[in-house]
DNA sequence: CCCAATTCTTTACGCGCGTAAATTTTTACT
DNA sequence: AGTAAAAATTTACGCGCGTAAAGAATTGGG
């Protein structure tokens, strides 16, 4: 560092001995310039330590380099996790990314939408609340902004959706569990505000049918993002109105599992799958704590990796083919079961 | 909406008959134009619906509305819930909060202050890393933005520190613990990367000594964000060799807790504070999942209103005190017990 | 009703960079 | 060495808004 301070592109251009057109065309794309300009600028870049000013840079061009991520409930840490990976995927494609957190909340989601549309981005991956979200507002957002839905989807709405197969992770669970003993109950709220809740109940359903057992589903009361509570009271309430036909509970998710299993420890119900235990009970979505409870919990995983890889790959080919693919795509992975020590 | 697109503020002041620079003057504070003007804005903006390209807004702007907010590992649920605090007082004040994650790693925090600096905030509420973090890099990105460190602390750091006293912590967990059973031993990483855990190792071997007691502190291997696992092999390994010389652990927070009460739990070593159990373990912090374990965590919980609520009035305080305190402040809030069922 | 203080309008310039077009220089290849 | 293609330079304009200064309009208080 020379400890001179460069001011703008204009002054940067002239202490490395370039043009601010070419400087410029360097900023917007490394790659876009010759080798040897380059290294030129990036040795100067050394010396001078200039940035250029995003938002003269921005204002004045179509799109930015600006990738919008909005996820429901970050203080979910499935969606942490996922959020993580999906920001690293997008620094390392040269974007930059912009997280913004629903909340819970609709209003907070539309928010985040019209903050996000007021930033230009080149592109948003959007997870959805669900329910609760203003199909409206949505909609006439996703028309102005190249956008992939993840994790849930609403039909329609997006150039793309990437998530999970729901019905792979019910029939995997429910058909481990039937071969392995009782039958699954399917645990779940009784108004769940995600999507993914509906299907996976419509596949337990499918599933076990096929299999030629009774379905029985338990629908909690509870609202909210807190699943674990819910799940927890949920849990209680089950146990002492004696709701299960069988020794088996399956959980729509990872989080009302959790409480599910707390309500069992602090009754003395013991879970696990050797014998002489009171229940078994599995779960889907291989939430980052699941193999912390006690017992660990047997679940199906979401292919994170794949998830954030793909909804990635799918925008930044979304952007490249300006914004618009001839019709909607939707790209689902399969789960894979883990098995630890509760099913 | 009039449909009529209103494309820069030339054109909205045509449309709600004012003139451009008063309606500057109100987007950039509302409460600086007359009420009746307002009034006459707030209704041209329902009509017509613009909104001002906030590029354009900031380049040519000392200090922007943004407020930065960055956290050492957000997938981590206690700063999920901290950020999601900060996240909306911010928004009330009337500032645009933008999250950063450095994701455990020095070179992301690194990043993420020099992506916040090109952006120009009006002030940035930072909890580092702790050990790893770049103390130089710090240090001159504070010179240049007005900086509230939170969290962790950082001598010098920062025009002002909002944490959590972890004295109050610690004596109040020894206290408890010695008084009702055998007293704790200290259970912690080797190698903490937060400035918090030492400070608690101090206390809990300052409160001992005080108590009468001989402090009795295990350090286990590992390294990194995953407590929980580092936790869980930290609890296989102190069973196995029986380093505990009573039944009583303390451990340096809730996210090794819950992988030690894991590992309990997988080697049939019941916990708890009733009588019959084999080991009473407590713990700090009141991690989001800690009602969740098995048994429910008894902890020292951090007062995450007050912390949150704090750090963005020092740093709106900060902001309107032109980015600099005539001394650096430091405020610490005592934790207060949480008793469940573990210990 | 007058006057001073406040608020708004008019005018004008600049911010830092994007970007287009025409020109010159460099590169790669025969 | 000659040539076409590729890359860089020069020139010039515009983006949408901040902001300063000077004047006009509005307000409120006596």
Redesign the interface.
């Known amino acids: 560092m020379d400890g001179d301070k460069i001011r703008n592109m204009e002054e940067f251009a002239s202490v490395s001995g370039l043009s601010r057109p070419t400087l410029s065309k360097y900023f917007h794309d490394p790659e876009s310039v010759r080798t040897s300009t380059r290294k030129r600028i990036e040795a100067a870049l050394e010396q001078y330590d200039y940035?250029p000013?995003?938002?003269?840079?921005?204002?004045n061009r179509r799109l930015t380099k600006n990738i919008g991520i909005v996820v429901p409930f970050?203080?979910d840490?499935f969606f942490?996790?996922i959020?993580?990976n999906i920001?690293?995927l997008v620094t390392e494609s040269g974007y930059?990314p912009?997280?913004l957190?629903s909340?819970g909340s609709p209003e907070n989601e539309i928010d985040n939408l019209?903050?996000l549309?007021?930033?230009?981005p080149a592109g948003v991956l959007f997870a959805p609340l669900g329910r609760e979200s203003d199909r409206s507002a949505i909609e006439s957002f996703c028309r102005d902004v190249p956008t992939v839905l993840f994790d849930s989807n609403i039909d329609g709405m997006g150039e793309a959706f990437v998530g999970s197969d729901n019905y792979s992770f019910v029939s995997q669970t429910v058909e481990y569990l039937s071969r392995t003993g009782e039958p699954p109950s399917f645990f779940e709220m009784r108004n769940p505000a995600n999507p993914n809740a509906n299907k996976r109940r419509h596949a337990y359903v499918k599933m076990m049918e096929r299999l030629g057992l009774e379905p029985h589903v338990i629908r909690i009361e509870g609202s909210g993002w807190g699943f674990?509570e819910i799940g927890?009271q949920g849990g209680f309430k089950v146990l002492e109105e004696k709701l299960l036909p069988t020794d088996t509970v399956l959980c729509s998710n990872d989080r009302l599992a959790?409480?599910f299993?707390?309500a069992c420890?602090?009754r003395g119900v013991s879970v696990g799958r050797v014998d002489g235990c009171d229940l078994r009970v599995a779960s889907h979505d291989d939430h980052?704590?699941s193999?912390?409870?006690?017992?660990?919990l047997t679940t199906a995983a979401h292919d994170y990796t794949e998830v954030s890889d793909r909804s990635v790959e799918t925008l930044l080919r979304l952007i490249e083919s300006g914004g618009r693919f001839e019709r909607r795509e939707e790209e689902l992975f399969a789960a894979h079961l883990i098995m630890r020590?509760s099913a």
């Open positions: 940035r000013n995003i938002y003269a840079m921005n204002q970050l203080a840490p942490a996790e959020a993580r920001e690293n930059r912009i997280l957190n909340q019209d903050s549309r007021s930033i230009k674990e927890r959790i409480g299993l707390s420890f602090e980052p704590f193999r912390f409870t006690c017992p660990s020590n």
